[in-house]
């Protein structure tokens, strides 16, 4: 019995001493240090942009209402086409106007024709003065009489340039350049001074955006562009509601001077062309791009760029105590740098602090470095270099703020 048991112990310890060697086998050999990309920071020119919610607002707006009361004879424009100052709009019932302006200058004629003959009395009186029949009495009393007269005339005058204000009201014009919109009143209504608004006209070209800031976003942006020039440091760019950018830009003209007490914002407006987008000979009536009363995004954004370093947004890491980087130190080994951010876009990151000019920033295979890590470093790929490269040749990389001076989080995580 003890004879049969010993081969089997043998062999199981054989078995298990066999698949321990093949384990140790298996066991790849140590690896070196990851290979990581790098780039250097360098100094790059960036746009400042914040961008606020806004609303196009018509430069000028006119209630067309009627100054008389009589009957609507006619309408003369067509309702949702442009029209030009001076034109007419609505046809009154003019005869009874008419008439009475006839009877106004009638009653001038009769007084005029009466002061005539008071004149001649007192040049009679006066001519009598040198006489025995002369009396002065008499002269003072002509005088009277005719001053009497000279002032019903004038006063008969006023009563008829009043009924040729009136009369010419009946004609009702447009005071500005504008859309017309819809009509309220339609032919044979009667039509009152408190009869409400016959139409609403809207200026188009220039058009005010208006947008409300918060007083923080204010105070910073008076501090970034005071001493570049105010409000010709900035322009303002629109993104309409389709995403589409505006073509035209504009220019910051007013910022209110009083806070809205229940948003605690201040009122910001600038004005922005709104040119024709056909030719209006071609399409029934002009087509413009903006309409007032419409929603835009407003891009608040600066003339010149400023220098800021940079460094590619892929290389900025987060965690719960703020934004980090990694950079390759003189012994190649990976140094973990707490930075602060400005304002920055998807691609690329403004570094306030933490960084400097020429540290080599890890921006490739962040998901195998530890910090005091050894790394491998080499440059980054021709993506990213393209990318940084095209930042510093036109400068126009757009930074968004989503408010003034706030930096955003980084977007990619540990």
Same mark, same amino acid.
């Given at each position: 019995m003890h004879l049969a048991r010993a081969p089997i112990g043998l062999l199981i310890a054989g078995a298990v001493a066999f698949a321990a060697t093949a384990t140790v086998r298996a066991q790849p050999a140590a690896s070196g240090p990851p290979a990581v990309g790098i780039i250097e920071v360098a100094k790059r020119p960036i746009t400042e942009s914040s961008e606020f919610l806004g609303r196009i607002e018509a430069v000028n707006r006119v209630n067309v209402v009627a100054r008389v009361t009589a009957f609507l004879e006619k309408r003369l424009f067509k309702e949702g086409t442009e029209i030009?100052?001076?034109?007419k709009l609505y046809g009154l019932e003019r005869a009874p106007f008419e008439a009475d302006l006839a009877s106004k200058q009638a009653q001038v004629a009769q007084l005029q024709a009466t002061l005539e003959n008071a004149k001649l009395t007192t040049d009679r009186a006066r001519t009598l003065l040198g006489g025995p029949a002369g009396q002065q009495s008499t002269y003072d009393a002509a005088i009277a009489n005719q001053r009497s007269f000279e002032a019903q005339v004038q006063s008969a005058q006023a009563q008829v340039q009043s009924s040729q204000i009136n009369l010419d009201y009946t004609d009702i014009r447009s005071p500005i350049d504008g859309l017309v919109g819809r009509t309220a009143v339609t032919e044979g209504n009667v039509v009152t001074p408190g009869a409400g608004v016959l139409t609403t006209?809207?200026?188009?070209? =220039?058009m005010y955006v208006t947008f409300p800031i918060s007083v923080r976003e204010e105070l910073a942006l008076r501090e970034r562009y005071a001493t570049r020039g105010g409000f010709?440091?900035?322009?303002i760019k629109l993104r309409l509601p389709?995403?589409?950018?505006?073509?035209?830009?504009?220019?910051?003209?007013?910022?209110?001077?009083?806070?809205?007490q229940s948003t605690d914002t201040f009122l910001m407006r600038g004005d922005i062309p709104n040119p024709t987008l056909h030719d209006p000979a071609t399409t029934d009536g002009s087509i413009r791009e903006l309409t007032d009363?419409?929603?835009?995004?407003?891009?608040?954004?600066?003339?010149? =760029?400023v220098e800021v370093l940079a460094? =590619?947004?892929?290389?900025?890491?987060?965690?719960q105590q703020g934004d980090y980087v990694f950079t390759v130190g003189a012994d190649n080994k990976a140094e973990q740098r707490r930075i602060q951010l400005g304002q920055s876009t998807s691609t690329v990151a403004a570094v306030i602090s933490g960084i400097s000019l020429g540290d080599k920033v890890i921006v490739e295979g962040l998901q195998r470095v530890r910090p005091g890590q050894p790394v491998s470093p080499g440059p980054a790929s021709a993506l990213i270099q393209s990318s940084m490269r095209a930042v510093a040749s036109d400068g126009r990389t757009q930074i968004d703020g989503g408010g003034a001076g706030e930096a955003k989080p980084a977007g990619n995580g540990r």
């Open positions: 030009k100052t001076g034109d006209i809207v200026s188009q070209d =220039p010709n440091a900035v322009v389709d995403g589409r950018l505006y073509e035209q830009t504009g220019k910051l003209n007013f910022v209110n001077n009083t806070i809205a009363g419409e929603f835009v995004t407003v891009l608040l954004e600066g003339v010149q =760029p460094v =590619p947004r892929s290389a900025v890491l987060s965690d």
